[in-house]
């Protein structure tokens, strides 16, 4: 996971990922919701749980080789702080990442123009209620802490975890999950019931960010990086292998 070199198919990825996450979050709301004229929310937010579900676990399949498929500021910020991501990748990943969002909730404006009539809206939800926020900075803290479980602890099922999680935390927290600073700044953009208001827009940002970065915290001493040739190693890598793994601790 160690991620130094930045290459223009990592932003490439980074952005298209990113984008094709946005298109995914807000049109499978607005489709339920304004071209389907449901008038339950709970049929939309099902929706939108499989559909990001679905749809993020073939994302992360199809760019994870190209760009490690963080799609997310928080999950960027927090490979940083664990050391994964150089800050100047970071920097260059998140610009893709922000760009892919815009790109991505213009695209599905388009899309379905004859239903929105518009291409860009500022939204007026209000979200800013603390139990949002709250909800937002677990949402975003238990996604770092099952990126890290799951890379570290050398799963094999990492995309369909991670689908399988972001889906489920859809329909079972009160914020729906946005758990995204990118996701965040898209849905400004677009008068579907997903939208939320500038302010709360940040105050949720500001929540992932944090959740994202305590989890790197955390998780980083749950799961320590394996050693490199020549490392010194602690108790956990000791106990990888029967009778210690050879290092100078080891004997």
Same mark, same amino acid.
């Given at each position: 996971?160690?991620?130094?070199?930045? /290459?223009?198919?990592?932003?490439?990825?980074?952005?298209?990922?990113?984008?094709?996450?946005?298109?995914?979050?807000?049109?499978?709301?607005?489709?339920?919701?304004?071209?389907?004229?449901?008038?339950?929310?709970?049929?939309?937010?099902?929706?939108?749980?499989?559909?990001?579900?679905?749809?993020?676990?073939?994302?992360?399949?199809?760019?994870?080789?190209?760009?490690?498929?963080?799609?997310?500021?928080?999950?960027?910020?927090?490979?940083?702080?664990?050391?994964?991501?150089?800050?100047?990748?970071? %920097?260059?990943?998140?610009?893709?990442?922000?760009?892919?969002?815009?790109?991505?909730?213009?695209?599905?404006?388009?899309?379905?123009? @004859?239903?929105?009539?518009?291409?860009?809206?500022?939204?007026?939800? @209000?979200?800013?209620?603390?139990?949002?926020?709250?909800?937002?900075?677990?949402?975003?803290?238990?996604?770092?802490?099952?990126?890290?479980?799951?890379? $570290?602890?050398?799963?094999? $099922?990492?995309?369909?975890?991670?689908?399988?999680?972001?889906?489920?935390?859809?329909?079972?927290?009160?914020?729906?999950?946005?758990?995204?600073?990118?996701?965040?700044?898209? $849905?400004?953009?677009?008068?579907?019931?997903? %939208?939320?208001?500038?302010? /709360? *827009?940040?105050?949720?940002?500001?929540?992932?960010?944090? %959740?994202?970065?305590?989890? *790197?915290?955390?998780?980083?001493?749950?799961?320590?990086?394996?050693?490199?040739?020549?490392?010194?190693?602690?108790?956990? @890598?000791?106990?990888?292998?029967?009778?210690?793994?050879?290092?100078?601790?080891?004997?």
């Amino acid at each position: 996971m160690n991620e130094s070199c930045i /290459s223009s198919r990592g932003l490439i990825a980074e952005f298209l990922g990113t984008m094709g996450l946005i298109i995914v979050a807000i049109g499978s709301i607005i489709l339920p919701q304004m071209v389907w004229g449901s008038v339950l929310p709970y049929e939309f937010v099902l929706i939108n749980a499989i559909a990001v579900g679905f749809v993020l676990f073939a994302l992360i399949e199809t760019f994870g080789p190209l760009s490690g498929a963080h799609f997310n500021p928080a999950v960027t910020l927090a490979l940083t702080v664990s050391g994964e991501c150089s800050p100047k990748k970071a %920097g260059c990943y998140i610009t893709a990442q922000l760009i892919g969002a815009l790109v991505g909730v213009l695209l599905v404006n388009v899309f379905f123009y @004859d239903t929105v009539q518009g291409l860009l809206f500022v939204s007026d939800v @209000d979200r800013s209620s603390i139990y949002l926020i709250v909800s937002e900075f677990f949402c975003a803290f238990m996604l770092v802490a099952v990126i890290f479980g799951c890379v $570290r602890g050398g799963s094999s $099922r990492t995309p369909m975890v991670v689908g399988l999680f972001v889906g489920g935390m859809i329909i079972t927290t009160s914020s729906t999950m946005f758990a995204n600073p990118a996701v965040d700044i898209a $849905r400004i953009f677009t008068n579907a019931a997903c %939208g939320i208001a500038p302010v /709360s *827009a940040l105050w949720f940002m500001i929540a992932n960010i944090a %959740g994202g970065i305590a989890a *790197a915290i955390l998780f980083g001493w749950l799961y320590p990086k394996k050693l490199k040739e020549g490392e010194k190693c602690d108790a956990f @890598d000791c106990s990888a292998k029967e009778g210690g793994c050879g290092c100078e601790k080891c004997g």
